[in-house]
């Protein structure tokens, strides 16, 4: 790779990024603005556009979280993919192309280019320097992020300079202020978000999901937030499958009927090794599925073969085939003649 492709261009000196403004700032009275409802009402304030069609508002703050190993990252590159040069993603659209900057805190840089290399393969090309990368393996030896700390948050605000997409992934490497479920420990995260977004800049955060299944941590972080987005394995989910997993938006404001429904994606590889997305609705084990595999293991099929003919894992066999059954010894018999 070339060293310079990924290059953390301006060093910032975390510990001296406050000056002598920052403490005059602080002891200047603070001053607030307010206007009459009326004259709010005759403002011609322009629409709000999506930057991702139709869940990522301009301006929008979101969240996107998932369990470990599930897809969080595949995701995330590709929000920021389709956003950098006005693509698609998933059931996703970008209508223009919007200058990203992702911070990844997390990956190995081999690991982050691999992927990326096959994200590329697969459509059009980013204008020149519209998606950067803040990968911090790539930083010196030592080097690292705490975005709780208002001087560390300088140190990304430095590289936010025609910048309208914000990705920071994720939390757990790139924030540590405190205790993850103490909600006081985010408000300084929580100032800092609202600044961007008064400041032009749509945000994803990403963030890992707890043992029960919801994000990690205070619940006050999906208060300011205009979008929320889960990830998590469908019930006959195989390793085998890969990144495989189901798609919820818990939280987003604005979004309804078919474009708030639920979806399954799963990535396949072509023989080029480009990334595909294939995305399906969610299937309900409805009444026609279970009456198949019954048929055809009565039939003689066995769970492989069933799951070969039908396109299911052979968990989901196993499952619809032990809720055929049960279906069946419910079922009163017929009376004879």
């Known amino acids: 790779m070339d060293d310079q492709a990924f290059d ?15 403490v005059e700032a602080e002891e200047q009275a603070l001053t607030l603005d307010t ?8 403002l011609k304030l322009p629409p709000r556009k999506n930057v991702l069609d139709p869940i990522l508002p301009e301006r929008g703050l979101a969240m996107l979280f998932a369990g470990r190993g599930i897809g969080k990252t595949h995701v995330a590159l590709g929000i920021a993919y389709a956003v950098s040069c006005g693509g698609e993603f998933l059931r996703w659209r970008a209508d223009r192309a919007c200058n990203v900057l992702y911070v990844d805190g997390e990956m190995p840089q081999e690991a982050l280019q691999d992927r990326l290399l096959a994200t590329m393969k697969g459509g059009r090309q980013p204008p020149v320097g519209a998606f950067r990368l803040l990968c911090m393996d790539r930083q010196p030896l030592g080097t690292s992020l705490n975005l709780a700390d208002p001087k560390q948050q300088e140190a990304i605000n430095s590289h936010l300079d025609g910048v309208e997409f914000l990705v920071l992934d994720n939390l757990s490497t790139l924030v ?8 006081e420990s985010w408000i300084s995260m929580q100032a800092w978000l609202l600044q961007l977004r008064r400041r032009g800049v749509t945000v994803l955060v990403v963030h890992h999901a707890g043992r029960g299944g919801n994000a990690r941590g205070t619940s006050k972080r999906e208060d300011v937030l205009d979008t929320v987005i889960q990830l998590k394995h469908p019930e006959d989910y195989d390793p085998g499958d890969g990144a495989r997993f189901e798609v919820h938006l818990t939280k987003a404001r604005g979004v ?36 198949k595999v019954l048929e055809l293991s009565e039939a003689g099929k066995s769970t492989r073969e069933i799951g070969k003919e039908l396109s299911m894992s052979k968990s989901r066999v196993d499952r619809l085939l032990k809720k055929a059954k049960r279906a069946k010894k419910a079922k009163p018999a017929e009376p004879k003649d």
């Open 35 to 42: 206007i009459c409802v009326s004259k709010f009402a005759e």
């Open 176 to 183: 540590n202020g405190g205790a993850e479920n103490d909600a």
């Open 256 to 291: 309804f009927g078919e474009d708030a429904l639920a979806f399954e994606a799963k990535l396949e590889l072509d023989e080029d090794g480009a990334a595909r997305w294939v995305c399906t609705d969610l299937k309900s084990e409805d009444s026609e599925d279970v009456q």
């Open 8 to 22: 953390f261009d301006e060093r910032v000196d975390f510990d001296n990024v406050a000056g002598d403004d920052d």
